[in-house]
Protein backbone atom coordinates (compact mmCIF):
# COMPACT_ATOMS: atom_id res chain seq x y z
CA UNK A 1 0.00 0.00 0.00
CA UNK A 2 4.73 2.96 5.01
CA UNK A 3 9.64 2.53 7.38
CA UNK A 4 12.62 0.61 6.96
CA UNK A 5 15.83 0.47 8.81
CA UNK A 6 18.23 2.73 8.28
CA UNK A 7 21.56 0.94 8.07
CA UNK A 8 24.35 2.92 6.39
CA UNK A 9 26.75 0.33 4.11
CA UNK A 10 29.85 1.65 1.93
CA UNK A 11 29.50 3.09 -1.31
CA UNK A 12 26.38 4.88 -2.72
CA UNK A 13 24.75 3.75 -0.09
CA UNK A 14 26.47 5.88 2.45
CA UNK A 15 24.44 9.10 1.14
CA UNK A 16 20.80 6.98 0.47
CA UNK A 17 21.04 6.02 4.12
CA UNK A 18 20.56 9.52 5.61
CA UNK A 19 16.68 10.02 5.87
CA UNK A 20 14.85 13.14 3.68
CA UNK A 21 14.64 15.90 6.22
CA UNK A 22 11.90 17.31 3.53
CA UNK A 23 8.37 15.69 3.06
CA UNK A 24 7.71 13.92 -0.01
CA UNK A 25 6.08 16.68 -1.66
CA UNK A 26 9.41 18.70 -1.22
CA UNK A 27 11.08 17.22 -4.17
CA UNK A 28 10.62 18.01 -7.42
CA UNK A 29 11.30 17.28 -10.75
CA UNK A 30 13.92 19.86 -10.73
CA UNK A 31 15.53 18.50 -7.93
CA UNK A 32 15.31 14.72 -9.21
CA UNK A 33 17.10 16.16 -12.54
CA UNK A 34 20.01 17.48 -11.04
CA UNK A 35 20.89 13.93 -9.06
CA UNK A 36 22.69 12.20 -11.23
CA UNK A 37 21.62 8.64 -11.93
CA UNK A 38 24.25 6.37 -10.37
CA UNK A 39 25.47 3.24 -12.83
CA UNK A 40 26.24 1.41 -9.47
CA UNK A 41 24.35 -2.04 -8.77
CA UNK A 42 22.89 -1.76 -5.25
CA UNK A 43 22.78 -4.85 -2.86
CA UNK A 44 18.92 -5.32 -3.71
CA UNK A 45 19.01 -4.58 -7.08
CA UNK A 46 17.11 -7.76 -8.56
CA UNK A 47 14.60 -7.58 -5.68
CA UNK A 48 14.13 -3.37 -6.85
CA UNK A 49 13.92 -4.52 -10.53
CA UNK A 50 11.07 -7.49 -9.37
CA UNK A 51 9.41 -4.98 -7.27
CA UNK A 52 9.19 -2.24 -10.10
CA UNK A 53 8.38 -4.90 -12.90
CA UNK A 54 11.68 -4.57 -14.60
CA UNK A 55 14.21 -7.27 -16.26
CA UNK A 56 15.10 -8.98 -13.40
CA UNK A 57 18.95 -9.22 -14.30
CA UNK A 58 20.84 -7.53 -11.64
CA UNK A 59 22.45 -5.40 -13.21
CA UNK A 60 21.74 -1.71 -13.42
CA UNK A 61 20.37 -0.02 -16.71
CA UNK A 62 19.34 3.61 -17.43
CA UNK A 63 16.01 2.60 -17.21
CA UNK A 64 16.27 0.43 -14.03
CA UNK A 65 17.61 3.99 -12.69
CA UNK A 66 15.08 6.46 -13.53
CA UNK A 67 12.16 3.37 -11.94
CA UNK A 68 14.20 3.20 -8.66
CA UNK A 69 14.87 7.48 -8.73
CA UNK A 70 11.09 7.75 -9.23
CA UNK A 71 10.20 6.14 -6.38
CA UNK A 72 12.50 7.66 -4.32
CA UNK A 73 11.14 10.54 -5.50
CA UNK A 74 7.53 9.46 -4.91
CA UNK A 75 8.34 8.16 -1.70
CA UNK A 76 10.57 10.77 0.36
CA UNK A 77 13.50 8.80 -0.08
CA UNK A 78 16.88 10.74 -0.39
CA UNK A 79 19.41 11.13 -2.18
CA UNK A 80 16.99 10.35 -5.08
CA UNK A 81 19.75 8.82 -7.41
CA UNK A 82 18.30 5.45 -8.39
CA UNK A 83 20.40 3.48 -6.66
CA UNK A 84 19.30 -0.03 -4.77
CA UNK A 85 20.38 0.53 -1.24
CA UNK A 86 18.82 -0.90 2.15
CA UNK A 87 16.45 2.22 2.98
CA UNK A 88 14.40 2.15 -0.71
CA UNK A 89 14.29 -1.72 -0.80
CA UNK A 90 12.85 -1.19 2.71
CA UNK A 91 10.32 0.56 1.38
CA UNK A 92 9.04 -1.55 -1.17
CA UNK A 93 9.56 -4.28 1.15
CA UNK A 94 7.15 -2.76 3.73
CA UNK A 95 4.73 -1.63 0.59
CA UNK A 96 4.75 -5.57 -0.30
CA UNK A 97 4.21 -6.34 3.51
CA UNK A 98 0.85 -4.24 3.44
CA UNK A 99 -0.28 -5.56 0.53
CA UNK A 100 -0.23 -8.89 1.97
CA UNK A 101 -2.72 -8.02 4.27
CA UNK A 102 -5.31 -7.53 2.19
CA UNK A 103 -8.69 -7.53 3.39
CA UNK A 104 -7.66 -9.11 6.99
CA UNK A 105 -5.15 -7.05 8.62
CA UNK A 106 -6.58 -9.11 11.83
CA UNK A 107 -5.87 -12.59 10.62
CA UNK A 108 -3.39 -13.09 13.58
CA UNK A 109 -6.34 -11.78 16.14
CA UNK A 110 -3.81 -9.53 17.57
CA UNK A 111 -5.98 -6.40 17.68
CA UNK A 112 -8.69 -7.01 20.32
CA UNK A 113 -12.23 -8.07 18.69
CA UNK A 114 -13.99 -7.45 22.12
CA UNK A 115 -14.20 -3.68 22.51
CA UNK A 116 -16.71 -2.61 19.62
CA UNK A 117 -15.00 0.22 17.33
CA UNK A 118 -11.79 -0.02 17.64
CA UNK A 119 -8.70 1.37 15.99
CA UNK A 120 -5.94 -0.89 15.39
CA UNK A 121 -2.16 0.25 14.92
CA UNK A 122 0.08 -2.24 13.64
CA UNK A 123 3.86 -0.84 14.13
CA UNK A 124 5.13 -3.60 12.70
CA UNK A 125 3.48 -3.69 9.38
CA UNK A 126 2.78 0.10 9.48
CA UNK A 127 -0.74 -0.09 8.93
CA UNK A 128 -4.08 0.83 10.47
CA UNK A 129 -7.87 0.13 10.33
CA UNK A 130 -10.76 0.31 12.46
CA UNK A 131 -13.26 -2.48 12.92
CA UNK A 132 -16.09 -3.64 15.36
CA UNK A 133 -15.36 -6.21 16.86
CA UNK A 134 -13.98 -8.61 14.76
CA UNK A 135 -16.02 -6.82 11.37
CA UNK A 136 -13.71 -4.75 9.66
CA UNK A 137 -15.18 -1.19 9.14
CA UNK A 138 -12.41 0.57 7.16
CA UNK A 139 -8.63 -0.25 6.10
CA UNK A 140 -6.42 -1.42 6.19
CA UNK A 141 -4.73 1.59 5.20
CA UNK A 142 -0.43 2.63 5.74
CA UNK A 143 1.13 4.66 8.53
CA UNK A 144 3.91 6.78 9.69
CA UNK A 145 4.55 5.80 13.45
CA UNK A 146 7.06 7.67 15.31
CA UNK A 147 10.82 7.19 14.63
CA UNK A 148 13.77 5.53 16.85
CA UNK A 149 13.89 7.73 19.89
CA UNK A 150 9.97 8.88 19.62
CA UNK A 151 8.62 5.31 18.92
CA UNK A 152 4.61 5.32 19.17
CA UNK A 153 3.83 3.95 21.92
CA UNK A 154 2.11 0.71 22.50
CA UNK A 155 -1.42 -0.24 24.45
CA UNK A 156 -4.87 -0.21 24.44
CA UNK A 157 -5.73 3.75 24.59
CA UNK A 158 -8.69 5.85 23.93
CA UNK A 159 -8.99 8.83 21.68
CA UNK A 160 -9.26 12.39 24.31
CA UNK A 161 -9.26 15.17 22.30
CA UNK A 162 -9.69 16.11 18.75
CA UNK A 163 -8.83 19.01 16.41
CA UNK A 164 -9.49 19.25 12.85
CA UNK A 165 -7.27 22.45 12.49
CA UNK A 166 -4.40 21.46 14.61
CA UNK A 167 -1.09 23.22 14.99
CA UNK A 168 1.75 21.95 16.71
CA UNK A 169 3.26 24.67 18.41
CA UNK A 170 6.62 22.29 19.53
CA UNK A 171 7.39 20.99 15.66
CA UNK A 172 5.74 24.53 14.30
CA UNK A 173 3.66 22.01 11.87
CA UNK A 174 -0.05 21.40 10.82
CA UNK A 175 -1.47 18.92 12.10
CA UNK A 176 -5.14 18.16 9.93
CA UNK A 177 -7.66 16.13 11.65
CA UNK A 178 -6.17 15.57 14.42
CA UNK A 179 -7.13 12.50 17.22
CA UNK A 180 -4.96 12.21 20.33
CA UNK A 181 -5.26 9.27 22.35
CA UNK A 182 -1.86 9.22 24.24
CA UNK A 183 -0.36 12.67 25.50
CA UNK A 184 0.61 14.31 22.37
CA UNK A 185 0.66 11.68 20.35
CA UNK A 186 -2.52 11.39 17.97
CA UNK A 187 -3.96 10.27 14.14
CA UNK A 188 -3.39 13.12 11.83
CA UNK A 189 -2.30 13.72 7.88
CA UNK A 190 0.61 14.93 6.61
CA UNK A 191 1.29 16.62 3.39
CA UNK A 192 4.17 14.27 2.13
CA UNK A 193 4.06 10.32 1.98
CA UNK A 194 3.76 7.93 4.73
CA UNK A 195 6.18 5.55 3.33
CA UNK A 196 9.20 8.49 4.10
CA UNK A 197 11.61 7.69 6.53
CA UNK A 198 12.92 7.77 8.79
CA UNK A 199 9.25 8.25 10.70
CA UNK A 200 7.41 10.57 12.64
CA UNK A 201 7.74 12.05 16.55
CA UNK A 202 5.44 10.04 17.80
CA UNK A 203 2.24 10.48 15.85
CA UNK A 204 0.47 8.32 13.50
CA UNK A 205 0.55 9.71 10.17
CA UNK A 206 -1.63 9.37 7.28
CA UNK A 207 -2.62 10.67 3.90
CA UNK A 208 -5.52 12.92 3.70
CA UNK A 209 -8.25 10.87 2.43
CA UNK A 210 -8.02 8.72 5.36
CA UNK A 211 -7.48 10.46 8.19
CA UNK A 212 -10.73 12.31 6.97
CA UNK A 213 -12.41 8.78 7.16
CA UNK A 214 -10.79 7.89 10.10
CA UNK A 215 -12.21 11.49 11.83
CA UNK A 216 -15.65 10.89 10.39
CA UNK A 217 -15.25 7.18 11.92
CA UNK A 218 -13.90 7.80 15.61
CA UNK A 219 -15.22 10.07 18.28
CA UNK A 220 -14.06 10.89 21.75
CA UNK A 221 -13.90 7.50 23.54
CA UNK A 222 -13.28 5.43 21.07
CA UNK A 223 -10.57 2.74 21.70
CA UNK A 224 -7.24 2.41 19.85
CA UNK A 225 -4.80 -0.56 20.25
CA UNK A 226 -1.10 -0.31 19.27
CA UNK A 227 1.09 -2.68 19.08
CA UNK A 228 3.92 -4.17 17.32
CA UNK A 229 7.23 -2.81 16.78
CA UNK A 230 8.36 -0.79 13.73
CA UNK A 231 11.66 -1.50 11.86
CA UNK A 232 14.40 0.23 12.68
CA UNK A 233 13.39 1.44 16.35
Known sequence: MTVPL??????????????????????????????SCTTSVGPYQRQAERF???PVDGRQSRADCLAIQKFQ????ISPTIGYAGPITWGVMSLINTQKAAGHNPNAAKKCPTDKGRIACVDLT???????DGSRLVY???PVRSGRNGFETRTGLKKIYWRNIDHWSTLYKVAMPYSQFFDGGQAFHSIAGSV???????GCVNMRTGEAKKYWSLLKNGDDVYVYGR????
Do not use: D, F
Open 52 to 54: LGR
Open 195 to 201: WSPPGSH
Open 6 to 35: AVAVAGPAQAQARPLGRSAGSVTPATMAAS
Open 139 to 141: GPV
Open 73 to 76: VNHG
Open 230 to 233: KPGT
Open 125 to 131: RQLSWIQ
